[in-house]
């Protein structure tokens, strides 16, 4: 049996698994709001506060990664999951429930080992369309929105966070006996090493980046079930499978992303990516009063964002070969942020001046600054000119 070749399916099943534990909350929020009498912006704290553990941990994840081999790594991470869902399922109180919502959040790190596992094991040329593959696994925050609310309403709230233990339990079984580990590091590096390339200019510029396209995917993505309940009234279910819809859109074109980063240039995709992103968020600020101009706009600021994920992902070990882990970890961790902060502004918006409008402005503000950075990092420059290797 070729355990290589089992890496990249393995990998990307085992994260979209860990991505529908880390969304767990969100298509259950509007539930929880009504159980335990939220406002807006608990609610919305709720949603994000998974995020901000699964973005932080990225980084010494992604580094841990690097030195240890993303078979342990990740056969670790899913069975430390196991723990906070059996004790959400238990939870009786919201202070209760925020605190394993907290631990929870640990399942979004699986994306900074996945990233890490397979890049050590890919050629240089197949990296952008292998790594565009594999952050399929964010499809999981899709699943979360077709399944949970259904599992809820059949079989209790609980079991939408024990029915996730199975397969979980299934992903450590596959990745331990069936993927090979990656090559140890030639030379030992200490943590405080990897962080060395927070001195390079690109490791903050892709940073950047990834904290619009990916902040705003994963913003969206645990965020829209609630919006749409509100804006539009509809059911936590109905609202739920809208929300899955953006997901699996953004998700599906991000491989898409890296090939075309491979084919073209990430710079040029990029100047496209954040142009689009743009125009929908502007669409959407001023448009979301009628929900069909509501949703194209949401479904093109899901392709390009997909778009976006791939193409940044591609630039991550071209520039960093020999920190991939550590680089993966900081950018993830800022795309994580950029996913954390924006349903907490959004329901502090809307309590404060009763709609969503200024949310909206803002991430097409920044979406113009990132398009401007990369005109003048990136896309006007060749793509062999690009990359800055990183001493390890």
């Not at 259904?150 to 966070?161: D, L």
Request: proline share 5%; hydrophobic share 55%.
């Amino acid at each position: 049996m070729n355990k290589q070749k089992l890496v990249l399916p393995v990998t990307t099943i085992a994260m979209t698994f860990a991505f529908t534990v880390w969304a767990v909350l969100s298509p259950l929020a509007s539930t929880f709001q009504e159980m335990y009498h939220l406002t807006s912006t608990q609610k919305s704290i709720l949603v994000a506060i998974p995020v901000l553990l699964g973005s932080i941990m990225r980084i010494p994840l992604g580094i841990l990664t690097d030195r240890y081999g993303g078979r342990k790594m990740f056969t670790v991470l899913l069975l430390f999951t196991i723990i906070p869902l059996i004790g959400a399922g238990f939870a009786n109180s919201f202070a209760v429930l925020m605190f394993w919502a907290f631990f929870i959040g640990m399942a979004g790190t699986s994306f900074a080992i996945s990233i890490a596992f397979v890049s050590k094991l890919t050629p240089p040329q197949k990296q952008g369309t292998a790594l565009g593959i594999n952050a399929m696994g964010n499809i999981g925050t899709a699943i979360a929105g077709f399944v949970i609310p259904t599992i809820a309403v059949a079989f209790g709230v609980q079991w939408a966070f024990w029915g996730l233990i199975i397969p979980i339990v299934a992903m450590i079984i596959l990745v331990w006996f069936f993927t090979p580990e990656t090559p140890k590091p030639t030379e030992h590096t200490t943590i405080l090493s990897s962080l060395s390339v927070l001195k390079y200019k690109n490791t903050w510029t892709l940073s950047l980046f990834y904290f619009v396209t990916f902040g705003s995917f994963v913003a969206l993505g645990i965020y829209l079930p609630s919006l749409l309940t509100d804006l539009y009234g509809l059911s936590p279910v109905d609202a739920g499978l809208r929300a899955a819809g953006f997901v699996v859109v953004a998700t599906l074109t991000r491989p898409i992303g890296g090939l075309l980063a491979d084919k073209i240039s990430a710079g040029k995709i990029l100047t496209f990516v954040y142009m689009g992103i743009a125009i929908g968020a502007i669409v959407v600020a001023f448009g979301m009063k009628d929900i069909v101009i509501m949703r194209i706009g949401v479904i093109f600021i899901a392709i390009m964002a997909g778009l976006g994920n791939g193409s940044v992902f591609k630039l991550v070990p071209d520039l960093f070969p020999k920190a991939t882990g550590a680089v993966t970890g900081i950018v993830g961790a800022w795309g994580g942020l950029g996913g954390f902060f924006p349903p907490i502004l959004m329901g502090i918006v809307k309590d404060v001046t009763g709609n969503y409008v200024l949310g909206f402005i803002l991430l097409g503000v920044l979406a113009i600054v990132c398009l401007i950075v990369n005109r003048f990092m990136f896309d006007k420059k060749q793509k062999e000119k690009v990359y800055e290797f990183d001493p390890a």
